[in-house]
């Protein structure tokens, strides 16, 4: 883990582009609440190949203009090197710099893979086409990624990422700070020198959370599992519970010298804030 200590803590948040005007209204005050904070970048989803384009677009746009700096997310499943080309150069038009680049889902009722087949391919085409010019961000698999044949699949594959001229890494969201010391233990191993920022997921709502845990393969341990059972419908409790066990887990991983953290907002400003102000940052 000594070797995450190196790089300097980073902050950032993710949203995922609204649907409707008043979302984008919402949204425009979630951003701003959460830019008080000086965080490094507000990253943008993009959807099942490339469904939500236009408004990730449009999410980067409005961050831009409200002085922010933006990292939209790319996924290549389903897509062309035409097409990445494209998005490449548009945004490098805006004057964003910062790209997190990722092999994403297929589309439902699609079966063409397109040009590319996983995110290192991806990472190498984005050298490939603008050299130095975006700072690349890839996914961590802590638990690995639910669709690997064995861990050590997974961590090649995160090598290969690397390799292809990936600067840092993301990590999927998960409630097991060990999962991540011994991951980034094995990058270290395998010499992979980028810093791994852990990806923090607030706890809000129980069944939300474990039907997204299930589909993307990050383990809920099971006492935190029983003790959100237990509240049932009691929302503050829920909330209370989930602000403790994160802000203590996010308090340990800075303590042992991650390099920052990002947070999964999921386009809501309360439980992010009050975890940050647990953490006193």
Known sequence: MESQQEYPQQFSFE?????????????????DSLGALNPKYFSVTFGAGGSTQQGTFDTVKSIQQAGFNAAPHLSCVGSTKENISEILA???VQGINRIVALRGDMPSGTHDIGEFRYANELVEFIRSETNDHFHI?????????????????DLNNFKRKVEAGANSAITQYFFNPDAYFRFVDDCEDLN??????????????????????DMC????????????????DDKESIKAFGEDVVSEMCQQLLEAGAPGLH?????????????????GL
């Not at 649907?19 to 979630?30: D, F, I, R, S």
């Not at 947070?263 to 975890?275: C, D, R, S, V």
């Open 90 to 92: 548009s945004y490098k």
């Open 137 to 153: 961000e890839v996914a961590a698999y802590p638990e690995f990624h639910p669709q690997a044949s064995s861990a050590e699949d």
């Open 15 to 31: 949203f995922f582009p609204p649907k409707t005007p008043e979302g984008a209204e919402k949204l425009a005050k979630v951003r």
């Open 263 to 279: 947070f999964y907002t999921m386009n809501i400003t309360a439980p992010t804030l009050a975890i940050w102000k647990n953490l």
């Open 192 to 213: 992979l020198k980028v810093p791994v920022v852990p990806g923090i997921m607030p706890i809000t709502n129980y069944t939300q959370l474990a039907r997204f845990s």
């Open 217 to 232: 393969g990050a383990e809920i341990p099971r006492w935190i599992r029983k003790r959100l059972e237990s509240y049932g």
